[in-house]
C-alpha cells in the first residue's frame, strides 16, 4: 500500500511537502490497532508492541532528499526506547513518559530515495503506542560557530594549545579518524593503508583497586607514548575501579542469572558498595583519601605524557549519567563534585598543563561539569545499523553548545559513516571506534577503505 499525505490529490504522486504517515494503515506486524485513547488522529493508532518483531511498517512515494521525522506516541508506562527503520536503515530513539494522551517527539533527519520508500517503527523497549510519523523536507543548516580558542586550564602548554587550536580549525570541514587499541590500528592500516589520527587507550588497569589483585601494566602508557611521538594525536579514558569496597564475587541478577562482580568487573556500579556521595562530601574521611590516591595513581601516567611534551586528549568519568559506573550511580551532584576535584588535582596540584579535558555528555544538563572544566563534549554511540547518521543527537548537542565546545564522538561501534552523516549536516570534529568491531563482521573492508578515504575525513599524515 502507498500512503500518501490527504492534501495531495494525485494518488501516488512525488512529494516535497510534508508527508503524514497514519501508522493504523501501514502493514502490521504482531501489533494492533486501537481507538480506546481518545486524541489520535486519522481512524486509530497502533499498539501492541510488547514482543521482538513487533513493528508497523509504511511504503509511500517522495522525492529524493533528507527530511525531518516527527512520532506522534503515547508511552504512560514511562520513558520507551524505539527502534525507526527508513529503507533499511536503523536509528532508534526514546519516547518521553507521557500521562494518558499523545505527544509528539523529533526522530531526527532521515533520507528518502526518489519514488517509493518504506518507513517502519519497531518494538525497541515496547510498550507505547503510535500514532503517526510525519517526515518534512529538512533544511540542512551547516553553519558551524567555532568555540573559543582557550582551554579550561590556563596554563597548558603551547604544545596543548596548538592542538586544540588544530582541532578548532578543521571543525565543520574535516573528521578526524581514531581507534581504541594496537590490533584494530593496525588493521586499519593494513586495510585500507591509512593511520587514524588519534590512537586511544585505557588506564583501566592502573587504578590501585585493580593492581592489588594484578600487576599494573609494564608498558602501556609507553606504547601510547610512541603512537603521540609518531604523530597521532592520544585519548586516554579511564575505567576507574572503585577505590575500595569491591563485592568481588559472583552475584544473581534480577532473574536469578549468574552476575560476574569480581574485583575486575569494580567500575561497574553493582560490582562495588562504595558510596561516591559520602566520600566526596567529607574531605576528611579515609575514602575521601582514597579517591586523591587514586587520582594521583593516574597523574603519575599521565606525566609521562607531560614530560615527553604529549598533549592528551584526557576523558574520565564518562558515561556518567547512565548510571552503570559508580562515579554516576549517586547523582549528577556527587559526580560534578568528582569532576571538579579532579581537575584541581591533575592541573593545580601536579601541574599537568597538556591535557585536553573531554567530557562525555548525556541529555541532561545537571550533569555538566561547566565550561570552566571542559573543553570538548563527547558522545558513546553503538547504534545498532553503523550507518546511523545520529542527527537527532547532533541535532540537540548544536543547540545546546555550538560556538562554546567542540564535539566529537569518542566511542562509537565500528566506524561511523561519515560521508553520509556530512549529507545531514552533522560534522564531528572527530571520531574513536571501539576496539574489536572494525574488522568484519562488525565493519566491512569496502566501508572501511571508503570512510578512511574520504576527502572528509582526516588521518595521520602520510610517512
Known amino acids: 500500500m502507498l500512503i500518501a499525505l490527504a492534501m495531495l490529490t494525485t494518488p501516488g504522486a512525488l512529494q516535497s511537502k510534508a508527508i503524514r504517515l497514519e501508522a493504523e494503515d501501514g502493514q502490521l506486524v504482531g501489533t494492533t490497532v486501537a481507538k480506546a485513547r481518545l486524541g489520535f488522529s486519522g481512524s486509530g493508532y497502533v499498539t501492541g508492541f510488547t514482543k521482538d518483531g513487533d513493528k508497523v511498517l509504511l511504503t509511500l512515494n517522495a522525492e529524493a532528499g533528507i527530511y525531518e521525522a516527527t512520532i506522534r506516541y503515547s508511552a ?174 559472583m552475584l544473581k541478577d534480577s532473574t536469578g542469572k549468574d552476575l560476574d562482580a569480581k574485583w575486575y568487573k569494580g567500575f561497574y556500579t553493582y560490582a562495588t558498595k562504595f558510596d561516591l556521595a559520602a566520600a566526596i562530601d567529607d574531605p576528611t574521611s579515609a575514602n575521601y583519601k582514597l579517591l586523591l590516591r587514586d587520582i594521583d595513581a593516574i597523574a603519575d601516567q599521565l606525566q609521562k605524557f607531560s614530560d615527553a611534551n604529549l598533549p592528551v586528549l584526557w576523558r574520565p568519568l564518562h558515561e556518567a549519567e547512565g548510571g552503570w559506573f559508580w562515579w554516576g550511580a549517586k547523582g549528577p551532584q556527587p559526580f560534578v563534585k568528582l569532576w571538579r576535584l579532579m581537575f584541581h588535582e591533575l592541573s593545580v596540584v601536579r601541574r599537568l598543563h597538556n591535557l585536553i579535558w573531554v567530557f562525555t555528555v548525556g541529555n541532561d544538563p545537571k550533569w555538566y561539569p561547566g565550561d570552566a572544566y571542559v573543553d570538548l563534549l563527547g558522545v558513546d554511540a553503538y547504534p545498532s545499523d553503523h550507518s546511523d547518521a545520529l542527527s537527532s543527537t547532533w541535532d540537540s548537542l548544536k543547540r545546546q553548545y555550538d560556538g562554546k565546545k567542540l564535539l566529537a564522538i569518542t566511542e562509537f561501534g565500528g566506524i561511523p559513516d561519515i560521508p553520509r552523516m556530512r549529507r545531514f549536516g552533522v560534522e564531528w570534529a572527530y571520531f574513536v571506534s571501539w576496539p574489536g568491531q572494525t574488522q568484519p563482521p562488525g565493519t566491512s573492508k569496502q566501508d572501511l577503505n571508503r570512510i578512511y578515504r574520504d576527502a572528509g575525513v582526516k588521518n595521520r599524515p602520510s610517512k
Open 76 to 249: 504512560p508506562l514511562g520513558q520507551k526506547g524505539y527502534g525507526l527503520g527508513v529503507n533499511g536503515t536503523k536509528t532508534s530513539g526514546m519516547f518521553a513518559a507521557t500521562p494518558d494522551n499523545f505527544a509528539t517527539t523529533s526522530a531526527g533527519k532521515v533520507e528518502l530515495v526518489g519514488g517509493v520508500n518504506t518507513v517502519e517503527i519497531d518494538k525497541g523497549w515496547g510498550y507505547f503506542d503510535v500514532d503517526y510519523i510525519e517526515l518534512v523536507p529538512a533544511k540542512i543548516d551547516r553553519s558551524l560557530k567555532k568555540p573559543p580558542l582557550s582551554l579550561a586550564d590556563p596554563r597548558a602548554t603551547e604544545n596543548t594549545r596548538g592542538v586544540f587550536r588544530s582541532l578548532i580549525s578543521t571543525y565543520g570541514t574535516k573528521t578526524l579518524s581514531g581507534q581504541y587499541n594496537d590490533e584494530d590500528t593496525n588493521y586499519i592500516e593494513k586495510t585500507a593503508q591509512q593511520t587514524p589520527a588519534i590512537f586511544a587507550a585505557d588506564f583501566m588497569d592502573y587504578s590501585p583497586s585493580r593492581v592489588a589483585f594484578h600487576p599494573a601494566p609494564k608498558d602501556l602508557t609507553e606504547n601510547a607514548i610512541q603512537h603521540g611521538k609518531q604523530e597521532q594525536l592520544v585519548s586516554m579514558s579511564w575505567h576507574w575501579n572503585a577505590p575500595t569496597d569491591l563485592i568481588d564475587k
